[in-house]
Nanobody
Framework: QVQLVESGGGLVQAGGSLRLSCVASGSIFSINVMGWYRQAPGKQRELVATIASGGSPNYADSVKGRFTISRDNLKNTVYLQMNSLKPEYTAVYYC???????????????WGQGTQVTVSS
């Protein structure tokens, strides 16, 4: 199994910044894509940003130019730097990792427990 632990969420005023971190641990052989998703109350979970193991990022249009995703492959960690935050970004942010375990050949998606981000107006 792979455990993902997020940190860095909290309450911030509009225009402020937060940096989320997510550390993956367990019997990991390899991690392909890591990413961040969010789910606001009453809405479906949506993609925020993903990054491949080679470092190619992908962003939702709503966060382009405001958020930056990065990763440290040696630490199995993915980050999300969030700048110029808006109230509509308020949501639970979930970390995702597409991973392969040692001794296995299949790739599976794993999820963290989520971290709350609240942006006040």
């Amino acid at each position: 199994q792979v455990q993902l632990v997020e940190s860095g969420g909290g309450l911030v005023q509009a225009g402020g910044s937060l940096r989320l971190s997510c550390v993956a641990s367990g019997s990991i052989f390899s991690i392909n894509v890591m990413g961040w998703y969010r789910q606001a109350p009453g809405k479906q979970r949506e993609l925020v940003a993903t990054i491949a193991s080679g470092g190619s990022p992908n962003y939702a249009d709503s966060v382009k130019g405001r958020f930056t995703i990065s990763r440290d492959n040696l630490k199995n960690t993915v980050y999300l730097q969030m700048n110029s935050l808006k109230p509509e970004y308020t949501a639970v942010y979930y970390c995702n990792a597409n991973s392969r375990l040692r001794g296995q050949y299949a790739w599976y998606d794993y999820w963290g427990q989520g971290t709350q981000v609240t942006v006040s107006s």
